[in-house]
T-cell receptor, first 115, second 110 residues
Framework: GAVVSQHPSRVICKSGTSVKIECRSL??????MFWYRQFPKQSLMLMAT?????????EQGVEKDKFLINHASLTLSTLTVTSAHPEDSSFYIC???????????FGQGTRLTVV | GQQVMQIPQYQHVQEGEDFTTYCNSS?????IQWYKQRPGGHPVFLIQ?????EVKKQKRLTFQFGEAKKNSSLHITATQTTDVGTYFC??????????FGSGTKLNVKP
């Protein structure tokens, strides 16, 4: 299958700082990338849909000013958690698709801990 | 909000027993996908079902898509310890968005 690389895999940051997470599709061009958040023992909650060259579409209840998404190219999307707070601590995971209705390839995920 | 529901939440079986997880959507799905997430890992694609009433098999795994394309099931025959993990169904709701079911965590006792 295709490869999606997510970096970093783990990050610890201080409250009030910002953290950037990168998601790259290594061997294909992703028309769309998705960002999910997963709390322990829970499912993946879709945060936003990211399309190259356009603004991300955020799910209801997700603060767009807090979770900044940039999709600069067909192979890279970034999620920046701004002014992080301890409640933002979670597992963030991205996925990428080649086209409409096709399988999603997931990054390895990023464990964010805000202290 | 997300409208893909999955049951059961947890399932503990003895190795060799069968296992089934069910996925239900409140709306008709154009297709449904199944993923497996091992403990500490990321979701890995298993299969996609597109046609009404479709049944697909992968070795001991059997996937079904309901006639109304609102429900789906994954059945594992004679579970093995390697089947341990959380199984998620995912349905596209809207333009290329995927919403995941709550997942079923399978534990297999040797």
């Amino acid at each position: 299958g295709a490869v999606v690389s997510q970096h970093p895999s783990r990050v610890i940051c201080k409250s009030g700082t910002s953290v950037k997470i990168e998601c790259r599709s290594l061997d294909f061009q992703a028309t769309t990338m998705f960002w999910y958040r997963q709390f322990p023992k829970q499912s993946l909650m879709l945060m936003a849909t990211s399309n190259e060259g356009s603004k991300a579409t955020y799910e209801q209840g997700v603060e767009k000013d807090k979770f900044l998404i940039n999709h600069a190219s067909l192979t890279l999307s970034t999620l920046t958690v701004t002014s992080a707070h301890p409640e933002d601590s979670s597992f963030y995971i991205c996925s990428a698709v080649r086209g409409l209705g096709t399988e999603a390839f997931f990054g390895q995920g990023t464990r964010l801990t805000v202290v | 909000g997300q409208q893909v529901m999955q049951i059961p939440q947890y399932q503990h079986v003895q190795e060799g027993e069968d296992f089934t997880t069910y996925c239900n959507s409140s709306t008709t799905l154009s297709n449904i996908q199944w993923y497996k997430q091992r403990p500490g890992g990321h979701p890995v694609f298993l299969i996609q079902l597109v046609k009404s009433g479709e049944v697909k098999k992968q070795k001991r795994l059997t996937f079904q898509f309901g006639e109304a394309k609102k429900n789906s099931s994954l059945h594992i025959t004679a579970t093995q310890t390697t089947d341990v993990g959380t199984y998620f169904c995912a349905g596209p709701l809207g333009f290329n968005k995927f919403y995941f079911g709550s997942g079923t965590k399978l534990n297999v006792k040797p």
